[in-house]
């Protein structure tokens, strides 16, 4: 179900994920999401903002958050037992296929809600195979996680520390060209997803990727978060390529919390 109001969710458990990077659980009933949604995380007295969710149970989801400012410095404080409010689950999820060979090609923390995508992609028969980007081996998420879901996982760093030296999209350019992908989806930095969106075109194959614009209402009233007027908080935050290929905006500027524009 859909909770518009927030619904008071207790920190479960919270755990270290990469440098920087840790996944709360908690406890929430019924969420019925869908990977590539993402729910606002409310902390009385501060602020709400919004996460991709990396895994609902049923009773329990699963945050990957990584610390970058006084929101996420807060919620790094908390500890087992603690309440939160959560609004959502809310947005575009990516597309489940059935018996196919899909890609999946997350930046940094945006790999967040991809081992979530695979998982669902396995039980209707697709074949998966995971690319993970980041800045060092220390900043990998989600590597473990998909190894032991039995996912052919491929890493890329920019130092080298682990898997091929260099970015992600490199590694992807490989693969497609080495065998016959059906579609390929993708969550993390604007500029990253853009050069794939761009392969994804020239070699004809589908493409969907997450579009983070600042959030705030979360369901449409704000307006806050538009992308060439298109509201991503419901008209995305998962876009197909050519729809983002063709907004004057994606790869160019974001905006701030004012609507400043911000160039990437
Ligand atoms: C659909 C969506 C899914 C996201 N999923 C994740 C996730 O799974 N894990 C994760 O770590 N982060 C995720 N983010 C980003 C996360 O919302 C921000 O990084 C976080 O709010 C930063 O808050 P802060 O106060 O710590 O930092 P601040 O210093 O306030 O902000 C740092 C940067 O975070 C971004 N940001 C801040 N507030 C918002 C907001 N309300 N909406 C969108 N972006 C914001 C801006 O780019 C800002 O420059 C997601 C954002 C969106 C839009
Ligand atoms: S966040 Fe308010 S309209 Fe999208």
């Known amino acids: 179900m859909v909770y518009y109001l927030p619904k008071t969710a207790e920190v479960l458990d919270i755990k270290d994920s990469a440098k920087g990077i840790k996944t709360f659980v908690l406890k929430i009933e019924n969420l019925g999401s869908f990977p590539g949604q993402f729910v606002n995380l409310w902390i009385g007295g501060l602020d709400e903002k919004p996460f991709s969710i990396a895994k609902d149970t049923g009773s329990e989801l699963h945050l990957t958050i990584a610390q970058v400012g006084e929101f996420t410095k807060a919620l790094f404080q908390m500890k087992k037992g603690d309440k939160v409010g959560i609004r959502g689950p809310f947005g575009r999820s990516f597309s489940i296929c059935e018996n196919k060979n899909i890609v999946l090609v997350g930046g940094g923390f945006g790999t967040a809600p991809l081992h979530f995508l695979a998982e669902e992609h396995i039980k209707k028969g697709s074949r998966v195979k995971m690319l993970i980007g980041a800045r060092s081996a220390?900043?990998?998420?989600?590597?473990?996680?998909?190894?032991?879901?039995?996912?052919?996982?491929?890493?890329?760093?920019?130092?080298?520390?682990?898997?091929?030296?260099g970015f992600i999209t490199q590694v992807l350019e490989q693969v497609i060209q080495d065998e016959k992908v059906d579609m390929i989806q993708t969550c993390g930095p604007e500029l990253m997803m853009k050069a794939i969106a761009e392969m994804a075109q020239k070699k004809n194959i589908a493409c969907e990727l997450s579009v983070e614009r600042y959030m705030k209402c979360g369901f449409g009233v704000c307006g806050q978060c538009v992308l060439n007027g298109k509201r991503m908080c419901i008209d995305g935050p998962t876009v197909t390529a050519e729809f983002a290929l063709n907004q004057k905006e994606f790869g160019v500027f974001t905006r701030d919390a004012e609507g400043r524009r911000k160039d990437f």
Do not use: H, M, P, Y
Request: aromatic share 4%; with cysteine; hydrophobic share 30%.
């Open 138 to 165: 220390d900043l990998v998420v989600f590597e473990d996680e998909c190894r032991a879901s039995g996912i052919e996982t491929l890493i890329s760093t920019n130092d080298g520390s682990k898997g091929t030296q």
